[in-house]
């Protein structure tokens, strides 16, 4: 499924501006809000001219997020292991959060879910880039990771479509409580549709907004999670 999307011509997003333009590319920004405490998350823009494989951890700029307030930001091992690769704060850029090393070229595989921990109100992550239009496939390894919507429209659950993932081998995606305190509030799996991996009930509609991260843990090693195109009118 598309998910349609109409954009002003160098496309300053605070929210997403509409307007019509006649170029498929969208460059701009938007800035998503985070609460105090847990979020999970990732990037809404690719680099510019970028083919959109990579993200890069200097197109996004936060507010009232710092080193010094013990603010940080994990990545998770790709491999479904659930250990954290890399844990890093803003520090006027992004560092290491032990190392204080440069970050700020790392690279995140487009919609790969960043762990955000903050401690301060009023937080926002800035995102800045160029919009990734094509359809996006993640592939997934058997055990944990995070992921997200890395586009800058809400979808729905029922837009992001699933292979060799099921309710019958135990297959999950937990999404956080938006309040910040880290509980689970939702706990989905497939079954023909995306349903509470308790009372089966249907949770195709869930809103997943711009950015909106969440866990997901797979027990084969060829799961695949394919998000929407987006359609530029």
Same mark, same amino acid.
């Given at each position: 499924?598309?998910?349609?999307?109409?954009?002003?011509?160098?496309?300053?997003?605070?929210?997403?501006?509409?307007?019509?333009?006649?170029?498929?590319?969208?460059?701009?920004?938007?800035?998503?809000?985070?609460?105090?405490?847990?979020?999970?998350?990732?990037?809404?823009?690719?680099?510019?001219?970028?083919?959109?494989?990579?993200?890069?951890?200097?197109?996004?700029?936060?507010?009232?997020?710092?080193?010094?307030?013990?603010?940080?930001?994990?990545?998770?091992?790709?491999?479904?292991?659930?250990?954290?690769?890399?844990?890093?704060?803003?520090?006027?850029?992004?560092?290491?959060?032990?190392?204080?090393?440069?970050?700020?070229?790392?690279?995140?595989?487009?919609?790969?879910?960043?762990?955000?921990?903050?401690?301060?109100?009023?937080?926002?992550?800035?995102?800045?880039?160029?919009?990734?239009?094509?359809?996006? =496939?993640? !592939? %997934?390894?058997? +055990?944990?990771? @995070?992921?997200? &919507?890395? *586009? =800058?429209? !809400? %979808?729905?659950? +029922?837009?992001? @479509?699933?292979? &060799?993932? *099921?309710?019958?081998?135990?297959?999950?995606?937990?999404?956080?409580?938006? &309040?910040?305190?880290?509980?689970?509030?939702?706990?989905?799996?497939?079954?023909?549709?995306?349903?509470?991996?308790?009372?089966?009930?249907?949770?195709?509609?869930?809103?997943?907004?711009?950015?909106?991260?969440?866990?997901?843990?797979?027990?084969?090693?060829?799961?695949?999670?394919?998000?929407?195109?987006?359609?530029?009118?």
């Amino acid at each position: 499924m598309k998910k349609l999307v109409t954009a002003c011509a160098a496309c300053l997003v605070a929210g997403l501006v509409s307007a019509q333009i006649a170029s498929v590319n969208i460059v701009g920004y938007q800035n998503l809000a985070l609460p105090t405490g847990y979020k999970m998350m990732t990037s809404t823009f690719i680099p510019v001219g970028s083919d959109g494989a990579v993200l890069r951890l200097a197109d996004i700029v936060p507010s009232n997020f710092s080193i010094f307030n013990g603010d940080t930001v994990q990545f998770f091992n790709l491999n479904g292991s659930g250990s954290v690769t890399n844990m890093v704060s803003w520090m006027g850029g992004w560092v290491d959060a032990t190392t204080y090393a440069d970050m700020s070229n790392l690279e995140i595989p487009a919609g790969t879910g960043m762990f955000v921990f903050s401690t301060q109100a009023n937080v926002t992550f800035q995102m800045v880039g160029e919009v990734a239009l094509a359809e996006l =496939p993640l !592939a %997934i390894s058997s +055990g944990y990771t @995070v992921v997200g &919507n890395s *586009s =800058p429209v !809400a %979808i729905t659950l +029922g837009n992001v @479509v699933p292979t &060799n993932f *099921s309710i019958f081998e135990g297959d999950t995606i937990q999404f956080f409580n938006s &309040n910040g305190n880290g509980g689970v509030v939702t706990m989905a799996s497939y079954m023909g549709g995306w349903v509470d991996a308790t009372t089966y009930a249907d949770l195709s509609a869930t809103v997943l907004n711009p950015g909106d991260g969440f866990f997901v843990y797979t027990t084969k090693s060829n799961t695949t999670l394919t998000f929407p195109a987006i359609t530029v009118n």
